[in-house]
């Protein structure tokens, strides 16, 4: 039977668009599932959304949309995000879920009768942003504003229920004490160890402020608060307390949870708290990733100066080259300030010069010197052995790098092979070879080498970079079975007679300059026009010149006007809300600008079937835009 290895990114907020930031601990679970089912792991991999709360309910009101209407649809575009970043997960999760709801419930009922939650009072100083309260002193200490984000909080009093989490300090205190590796990266262990100590408060799982919410089941008016909702995603998704729950005995415990570092008190202490309360397992890991900080050092701002665009970015340089700049370029643990330039340049010098390069020049000498084919002889000689042992111990380094998350060391030793391939290459002087025919034996165990270390790069980078790996093995014209990671084991899996493809160029080379310039003008494009939308968009909306034949009051309502517009070739009811500022003489025979492919929306009772078209000034004085009498109804205006 195959191992299990359980990983989960944290679910993410349903309110706005991901930047690049958010992805990265997608990117690294993706990594790591990979990497896992390529050593044989039986992997679940699961992500997904956090929706509810007043942060998505204030965004879905902005944008005139039912909190549920407004998650599906970020829901969604997360989901595409994730397409296009090549995350494989194995389950995506949405708080609101039918299943997921009816068990955080039941967690809620279970957790009541053991008493272990009870009905209090909450009164303290909230951030809606963060849906977290803080204390007096959190708030002193950060001149009266909110210590996670910097923004206002507001004074709250409110009846809800409490987790009694202070009943767990010493459990927890225990627990961390046998289990040393619990958090990670080290460090941030003896910080919790420092809070826990410092004695916990029971924790607030309830609102009555908003709706957008899961209803606790014996007392409605309260919805369950986003984190008891949030962290119980992890067992939810695997089925526990739900009739199917096969998952939820084969996964967990999770193996590890990758979690961004502000959250790590969440998933450090309450997370453990509410599975002790459950009398379930904890996750084996809890791993707190740093930020990737943008121009002005913070970890949310727009862009400044930057691209930051998970799906621009995809677009311009590969997905790839992005996977791979996330994973390299910032050490996991720690935070890392993101720059276009920073990218770009890891493109040109480490994937186009190095791994690029070394692919093209191997696969076009193998064609040039022997028509594609190699046949190979294999006589080894002191750099090829230091190129063996060389390879020999980066498998190794690169296993124990992955177990431990050190993502970017693991590609670091990776790119010593690349590296060492190009100075061996520099060092053999395969044209030179060429040049005396009692060399080609020479010349053909070099190339064989080259592409034997090429099968393994290929591999080792798999995880990070699927696409390239390959195309790698497709110009090297292997076949799947030998890319395992246990043939990477051996060398000399390569085939001794080995015809090769054409060369293509994994990552062209990026003109620094000009590529910034470009950018540049994306981000003022977004700057000054988010709202830019193409001339193919425009032209969907029909207007025509119509006609107003009739015109009436609206008797429910102080705002609206019933017009019968005709539009060339019927008579349709129109409701306008202009009341105030036009009588129904105004507007009797009058020519006007209809919307005329709008969906039928009712107003008041009626019926509206498009709308007309009005101005406002910065006074808010509403005029209609009239059409000169002489142009007939129906009139396409365009
Ligand atoms: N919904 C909660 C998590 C609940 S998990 C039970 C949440 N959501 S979030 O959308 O705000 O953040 C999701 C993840 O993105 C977090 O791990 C957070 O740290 C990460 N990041 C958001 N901005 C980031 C950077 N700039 N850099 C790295 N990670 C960052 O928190």
Redesign the pocket.
């Known amino acids: 039977m195959s191992k299990k290895f359980y990983v989960t990114t ?4 349903a309110s706005g668009k991901a930047h690049i ?2 992805v ?2 997608t990117v690294a679970a993706d990594i790591t599932a990979r990497y896992k089912r390529m050593l044989g792991y039986d992997v679940m991999f699961t992500t997904g959304m ?1 929706e509810h709360g007043q942060k998505a309910e204030n965004s879905a009101k902005k944008e005139s949309k039912s909190p549920q209407n407004y998650v599906d649809f970020v829901s969604e575009d997360f989901k595409k995000m994730w397409t296009k970043l090549n995350i494989k997960y194995d389950k995506f999760i949405r708080t609101t879920d039918k299943n997921h709801k009816e068990i955080v419930r039941k967690i809620f009922d279970k957790l009541y009768e053991k008493n272990l939650i009870y009905k209090g009072k909450y009164k303290g100083w909230y951030c809606t942003p963060c849906e977290a309260f803080f204390t007096e002193k959190q708030i002193k200490e950060n001149n009266n504003l909110c210590p996670d984000c910097g923004r206002e909080v507001k004074w709250t009093e409110e009846e809800a229920y409490f987790f009694k989490l202070s009943e767990f300090g010493d459990k927890l205190l225990e627990y961390y004490k046998n289990n040393p590796e619990f958090l990670q990266p080290d460090g941030r262990l003896s910080e919790m160890i420092k809070f826990v100590e410092s004695g916990l408060e029971d924790l607030c799982v309830t609102r009555t402020s908003f709706n957008w919410g899961i209803p606790v089941s014996f007392d409605s008016k309260h919805v369950i608060y986003v984190w008891l909702d ?2 119980t ?1 992890y067992i939810t998704s695997q089925g526990y307390l739900s009739a199917n729950s096969q998952d939820f005995e084969k996964y967990w415990p999770a193996d590890v949870h990758f ?2 570092k ?2 790590v008190r969440f998933h450090a202490v309450i997370w453990p708290a509410i599975l002790m309360a459950l009398d379930l397992p904890l996750p084996k890991k809890i791993f707190g990733h740093g ?2 900080l943008f121009g002005d050092g913070s ?2 701002s727009k862009s400044k100066g930057n691209v930051i665009d998970p799906e621009i970015l995809c677009e311009r340089y590969g997905v790839d080259a992005v996977r791979y700049f996330l994973m390299r370029e910032f050490s996991f643990g720690e935070d890392g300030l993101f720059t276009n330039e920073a990218l770009i340049n890891r493109i040109n010098f480490d994937l186009a010069n190095d791994l690029g390069n070394l692919v093209s020049r191997t696969i076009s000498m193998i064609d040039k010197y022997f028509n594609n084919t190699l046949i190979d002889n294999q006589r080894f000689v002191n750099s090829d052995k230091e190129l063996l042992d060389l390879v020999e111990n980066t498998i190794k380094n690169y296993e124990i790098n992955m177990d431990n998350f050190k993502f970017s060391m693991a590609l670091s030793d990776v790119w010593l092979i690349v590296s060492k391939c190009n100075k061996y290459i520099d060092l053999n002087m395969p044209w030179d070879l060429y040049k005396n025919p009692e060399n080609h034996d020479r010349l053909a165990c070099v190339l064989y080498n080259l592409c034997e270390a090429m099968r393994i790069v290929s591999v080792l980078i798999s995880p990070f970079m699927p696409e390239t790996a390959v195309k790698i093995q497709e110009q090297l014209n292997i076949s799947s079975e030998i890319c395992t990671w246990d043939k990477i084991k051996n060398w000399g899996e390569l085939p001794k007679n080995t015809t090769v493809n054409k060369s293509v160029i994994l990552f062209p080379r990026i003109d620094v300059q000009k590529e910034l310039e470009e950018l540049e003008n994306i981000i003022s494009n977004n700057n000054n026009g988010n709202n830019l939308i193409k001339i193919d968009e425009f032209f969907k909306t029909e207007l025509i010149v119509g006609e107003i034949l009739e015109c009436e009051k609206v008797k429910k309502s102080k705002k609206l006007l019933k017009l019968l517009v005709h539009d060339g070739t019927k008579n349709r009811t129109v409701v306008s809300g202009i009341s105030n500022y036009y009588t129904p003489e105004d507007l009797i025979n009058k020519k006007i600008i209809l919307v005329s492919n709008l969906e039928p929306v009712k107003l008041c009772g009626i019926e509206s079937q498009g709308m007309i078209l009005a101005s406002q000034d910065i006074n808010n004085n509403v005029k209609v835009i009239f059409v000169d009498n002489s142009v007939p109804a129906g009139s396409k205006i365009s």
Do not use: R, T
């Open positions: 944290p679910i993410y907020y930031g958010h990265y601990s956090d949030a962290l995603n979690v961004g502000e959250i930020w990737i970890k949310m």
